[in-house]
């Protein structure tokens, strides 16, 4: 390892542990293994019959075969339990990865708020250009004056009707206690028909 670290007594411990583990069980392979391999060897007549050492040799690989399989299956069972030691306790590889995640979040950050500002501005443009052009259109039908739009947009309806001679509509006096201004009456000709008579 690059980097030293001092463990604690229980870390060093449990470590330890794991390395006599690893040993004990990379040494019943290889000593089952090669028991495995004498046993297959076809040895000259002894006193013990043929077919009962046959039995015998049967019955040492079977029990020489389950003991790698053991001893296999306990070397697995030493992988899973180191990953979950690194896991648990590898601060240093956790505070990287967390600070990595910090990083990208706040990468992602800077960028949603610089997308923001712009929108900001352009919004802010936007808006300044349309209130140019409503308090311009407004000045010119109100006089300069700072009227409501339903106000500014009733005056400019009651110019244009006034402007081709049609009657105006007949509104309550904009100041108040004064009373509702006076409806004309429009006058009719009644040219070239006989008039209304008069009685005395």
């Given at each position: 390892?690059?980097?030293?670290?001092?463990?604690?007594?229980?870390?060093?411990t449990l470590l330890q542990s794991y390395n006599k583990r690893l040993k004990d069980d990379i040494k019943?392979?290889?000593?089952?293994?090669?028991?495995?391999?004498k046993t297959a060897k076809i040895e000259d007549e002894t006193q013990v019959s043929r077919a009962t050492q046959g039995e015998q040799d049967h019955y040492e690989m079977h029990v020489r075969a389950a003991n790698i399989v053991r001893a296999g299956e306990s070397l697995m069972k030493l992988v899973?339990?180191?990953k979950q030691f690194?896991?648990?306790?590898d601060f240093p590889s956790v505070n990287e990865a967390i600070d990595q995640h910090n990083q990208r979040l706040r990468a992602l950050?800077?960028?949603?708020d610089r997308k923001l500002v712009a929108l900001r501005d352009e919004v802010s443009v936007d808006l300044y250009e349309l209130e140019e052009e409503y308090y311009s259109s407004s000045s010119s039908l109100c006089e300069a004056s700072d009227l409501p739009l339903c106000e500014a947009y009733w005056r400019w309806d009651l110019n244009e009707n006034s402007a081709h001679g049609l009657a105006a509509p007949l509104l309550a006096s904009p100041e108040p206690g004064a009373g509702p201004l006076p409806a004309t009456a429009a006058t009719h000709s009644h040219t070239g028909g006989p008039g209304p008579t008069e009685h005395a």
């Open positions: 390892m690059a980097q030293q670290r001092v463990l604690p007594q229980s870390k060093e019943s392979v290889m000593d089952n293994f090669t028991e495995l391999i899973s339990d180191l690194l896991i648990l306790n950050q800077d960028e949603c």
